[in-house]
């Protein structure tokens, strides 16, 4: 607790009030060079993106693929997790973003097949820009037809409310986009959003899959969410599979997609086209023989 660390080191005298400072110092000082960092990471092509595929239950062929950003700074690779929230209080994401979308929709386009890619989007975007103007840019530069862009929005995040945003989202879908609610079930109000916007699949939050099969109330919620999500005709993608036994489980409830280490951890774009033009090959075989 932080006011009474201050009171404490207050009532115990300057000294240990100097150390309680230069402590706070140290982790401002840390965000302050993340931040100086992140906004040379552009220019100094420090990003980069991961790809990571969906696997269809159904057609059983890797049916999207997750760009997910990157950040090699120094002598590490630094987590979205970690530089993400930065990039937004800033403002960065703005820029960032567009980069992400602009990289995502090129890679795609040069994908054997036809699966089609998924970008996250930080409600930020929707602020700071005319997105659809942006995402007709990115989708017209990378000739990459709209029907293959997926678009993430996290739920937890300040959505609905919010006129601009919701235009915008009906605006991107009528072009064909197809709009995907992240992170299920993580925010305050999944539901109340599933009822303001027409979203086209539901990312259910890898957090329920982690315990999924040693509790059951994780259970029931999978397998009602997977009902909500068949009976609003939108598609399920369960997040963070990585055991057989939690595929066969959430294959058994019926959602339509899983992503997770299981089959794929994210992957450099090489070995993604590698996986693709490996899965296009044995699927022209199966088509061949059978
Ligand atoms: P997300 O969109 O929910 O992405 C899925 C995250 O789960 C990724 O983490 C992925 O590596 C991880 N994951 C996938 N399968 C498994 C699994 O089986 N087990 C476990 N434990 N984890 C798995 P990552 O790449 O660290 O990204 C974290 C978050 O950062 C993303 O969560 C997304 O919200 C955000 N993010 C990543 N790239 C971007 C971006 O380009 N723009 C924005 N705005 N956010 C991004
Ligand atoms: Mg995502
Ligand atoms: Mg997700
Ligand atoms: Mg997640």
């Not at 109330?217 to 990585?242: F, H, K, P, Y």
Request: hydrophobic share 40%; proline share 4%.
């Amino acid at each position: 607790n932080a006011d009474l660390a201050l009171y404490k080191a207050k009532s115990e005298g300057r000294s240990n009030y100097h150390f309680f400072e230069s402590g706070m110092d140290a982790a401002l000082q840390q965000r302050r060079t993340i931040e100086a960092g992140l906004r040379l990471a552009l220019q100094r092509e420090e990003l980069r993106l991961v790809y990571q595929p969906l696997l269809g239950l159904e057609e059983n062929r890797v049916i999207c693929v997750e760009a997910l950003l990157r950040w090699d700074h120094e002598d590490r690779t630094v987590s979205p997790a970690e530089f993400i929230p930065i990039a937004e209080e800033t403002g960065l994401i703005v820029s960032i973003g567009e980069w992400v979308l602009r990289e995502a929709t090129k890679a795609a386009a040069k994908w054997p097949g036809d699966v089609r890619v998924a970008v996250n989007l930080s409600p930020i975007q929707f602020k700071n820009r005319d997105l659809v103007a942006l995402v007709k840019s990115a989708l017209t530069d990378a000739r990459l037809p709209a029907s293959r862009l997926e678009l993430e929005i996290t739920e937890s995040l300040l959505l609905a409310e919010n006129d601009t945003t919701l235009t915008a989202l009906h605006e991107l879908r009528s072009m064909g986009v197809r709009i995907s609610m992240d992170d299920f079930g993580t925010g305050y109000s999944s539901l109340s959003y599933l009822r303001s916007f027409p979203f086209d699949k539901i990312k259910i939050d890898r957090s329920f899959m982690a315990d999924l099969t040693d509790r059951t109330d994780s259970q029931a919620i999978m397998e009602a969410v997977i009902g909500l999500g068949r009976s609003l005709g939108m598609s399920t993608t369960a997040e963070g599979v990585e055991t057989e036994e939690q595929l066969a489980m959430v294959r058994a409830q019926g959602a339509t997609e899983v992503q997770g280490f299981l089959f794929s951890p994210p992957l450099p774009p090489a070995a993604l086209v590698n996986l693709l033009r490996a899965e296009n090959k044995q699927g022209a075989e199966r088509k061949k023989a059978g």
